[in-house]
């Protein structure tokens, strides 16, 4: 059984910063390529960051520089650091893994308020 399960999220005000974990369980981890979505409210899910089997990532403009992806294989899990939290990084943050399948956990929130 295949199971995707985040945790980190919460509220936060402009400028701080929060750590987001992805646990897999159920694949092959280490050779599925590992991202983090998000989605706002009225919007469409958007890549926020990814990274390879190989170690290779990939970022979203409007993260570049305060967001950090991250995999440790041996714990079967994904990470998202985020610095800098500006109000638009408000959303649902969704963990996606894709190889031969794709799978999706069941997101946590982030809330980024004065």
């Known amino acids: 059984q295949v199971q995707l399960v985040e945790s980190g999220g919460g509220q936060v005000q402009p400028g701080g910063s929060l750590k987001l974990s992805c646990v897999a369980s159920g694949f092959a981890f280490s050779t599925y390529t590992m991202s983090w979505y998000r989605q706002a409210p009225g919007k469409e899910r958007e890549l926020v960051a990814s990274?390879?089997?190989?170690?290779?990532?990939n970022y979203a403009d409007s993260v570049k520089g305060r967001f950090t992806i991250s995999r440790d294989n041996a714990k079967n899990t994904v990470y998202l650091q985020m610095n800098s939290l500006k109000l638009e990084d408000t959303a649902v943050y969704y963990c996606?893994?894709?190889?031969?399948?794709?799978?999706w956990g069941q997101g946590t929130q982030v809330t980024v308020s004065s």
């Open positions: 990274i390879a089997n190989t170690g290779r990532t």
């Open positions: 996606y893994a894709t190889f031969l399948y794709g799978y």
